[in-house]
């Protein structure tokens, strides 16, 4: 009778691991469907990554790392920080929200090819997926709120090596940052953003919120490949960055006047010393 049992105790761990062998399998179909559906196929370039495998390898090292530090660290009295430290390892994560994305991928295909007077053109897609839920974390308010269309492709020079734009809101970040932190089980971490806004404040005389909020707004990158007034090959490059209330441009300054190399004028810094890229 024991052994009928051990059998049939076996046969059912046996079918429970294939049932959930099979039940993992299905999930992953599905994620790569959700996924490949925003890709394109048949590029240069296809990649697809279920991050479901690495959570579980993190989540595995970390609930070891307590005894890795009893090891590294004999001393019991000297094991007391980087315990406090691990015990802020989780919450933070879970803060930041990794954990929501749940797969990625990126596709790269030929749209034009190259010719004598314009290198190829490529079509690149990155695409993360975070379910059907609203996802939390920090890292996704960092994100735009929601999908902007590309409609400023066609007003971009022909000779465009590389552009972008974004929006970010620094101010809103560092508010929930601030939060994320006040919970964390370490009393100095906790201190770490009074600090901070202490530091900015007695440096450049206005707070380090003012300073963030000022941030927040559109980023644009482009970078042109043409020709020089003398007629010799050049790289343009143009940053643009947000500056409420021109606080940006005050602690810009301020950085530049300590730096060798740099003047600054009333709206403008400019450096003496010429540079590879010339900045429009």
């Known amino acids: 009778m024991k052994f009928l049992n051990a059998v049939l105790i076996v046969l059912s761990l046996t079918l429970f691991a294939c049932v959930s062998d099979s039940v993992e399998k299905t999930d992953d179909r599905k994620l790569f469907d959700k996924v490949s559906s925003k890709l394109e196929k048949g590029g240069s370039y296809f990649n697809f990554q279920s991050n479901k495998y690495v959570f579980k390898a993190i989540e595995s090292s970390y609930l070891h790392v307590p005894e890795a530090i009893k090891v590294i660290v004999p001393s019991p009295q000297q094991q007391v920080m980087p315990l406090m430290i691990y015990k802020c390892l989780k919450p933070l994560n879970n803060s930041l929200g990794i954990h929501e994305m749940l797969a990625a991928g990126a596709s ?8 004598e007077k314009n290198p190829a053109l490529f079509r690149s897609r990155q695409f993360i997926y975070y379910g059907d839920k609203q996802p939390k974390g920090l890292i996704w308010d960092f994100m735009a709120g929601e999908n902007a269309e590309l409609n400023t492709l066609a007003t971009l020079p022909k000779e465009t090596l590389f552009a972008s734009s974004s929006e970010s ?21 906790q201190r770490v953003p009074m600090i901070a806004e ?19 707004g559109t980023y644009s990158t482009i970078i042109v490949s043409a020709k020089s007034a003398k007629g010799k090959p050049a790289l343009y490059a143009m940053l643009k960055i947000p500056n409420k209330n021109n606080l940006v441009f005050k602690v810009l300054s301020k950085l530049a006047k300590s730096q060798a190399g740099l003047q600054v004028l009333p709206n403008e810094i400019s450096p003496t010393i010429p540079i590879p890229l010339t900045w429009i």
């Not at 790269?108 to 010719?115: F, N, P, Q, V």
């Open 198 to 216: 202490q530091t900015f404040l007695s440096k450049f005389k206005f707070t380090l919120p003012a300073f963030l909020d000022s941030l927040s």
């Open 169 to 189: 809101a620094p101010g809103k970040i560092w508010s929930k940052l601030k939060i994320i932190f006040s919970t964390l089980p370490f009393p100095p971490i």
């Open 108 to 115: 790269s295909i030929l749209i034009a090819e190259k010719t």
